[in-house]
Structures are given as structure tokens and as C-alpha cells.
């Protein structure tokens, strides 16, 4: 099993940037994909984005492509979601997901305690 440690959420005013962290500890080794996930109040968690951890090959959804970006440091065993041009619609509760192998599914990932983001108008 994996643990995952999420950081950098805050308050921020509409425009702004965060930078999330996620640090992984525990069995690293055999990340197939890590993902960032959100929450917001009365809604279900949606996809933001993900990472292939080896090949570094990246997805994102629509609202994320051109604000969010998803990287990886491997000898750190951090994933990085930098959010640029923040809108309140963005406050959410964001999650980091780590996939064991290509056939996990996210519903059976690895998850994280999620970090707070508020966007202020």
C-alpha cells in the first residue's frame, strides 16, 4: 500500500496560482499512474488530472487543460499539480490518487487525506 500526503492548498483570490503537492511513501515502486482528484460541496469527485509515473504521459479534463498543469519528481516520489488562473468554481477539496498498475482502477487507488483550495471572487 502507498500513503499519500497532500499540501499546498489554501485560500487564494480568483486569478491566483497553487502549486499541490503530493509526497508518496511505501511501496513507490510499482506506481503505475498518479492523479489529482476534487471534491466541492454537494458534488462528486471528478477528475482533474494524471501522470503516468514511469513515461510521464499526462491527461487532464477539460476544465483543467491550459490552467492546471500535472508533473512528477520520481526521486522524490512527489507528484505536483500547479493551478494557474484560479476561478471559484475551482474551490474543491483535491485528492491525490496513486494507481498500482495499469489495470487498477482510480475507484481502487491509493488516496490521499485531500488539501483544502478555496478561490475567493
Known amino acids: 500500500q502507498v500513503q499519500l500526503i497532500e499540501s499546498g492548498g489554501g485560500l487564494v483570490q480568483a486569478g491566483g496560482s497553487l502549486r499541490l503537492a503530493c509526497a508518496a511513501s511505501?511501496?513507490?515502486?510499482?506506481?503505475?499512474?498518479m492523479g489529482w482528484f476534487r471534491q466541492a460541496p454537494g458534488k462528486e469527485r471528478e477528475f482533474v488530472a494524471s501522470i503516468t509515473w514511469r513515461t510521464g504521459i499526462t491527461t487532464y479534463s477539460e476544465f483543467a487543460k491550459g490552467r492546471f498543469t500535472i508533473s512528477r519528481d520520481n526521486a522524490r516520489d512527489t507528484a505536483f499539480l500547479q493551478m494557474n488562473s484560479l476561478k471559484p468554481e475551482d474551490t474543491a477539496v483535491y485528492y491525490c490518487g496513486s494507481r498500482k498498475t495499469i489495470f487498477t482502477t482510480w475507484e481502487s487507488a491509493d488516496w490521499g487525506q485531500g488539501t483544502q483550495v478555496t478561490v475567493s471572487s
Open positions: 511505501g511501496r513507490t515502486f510499482s506506481t503505475y499512474a
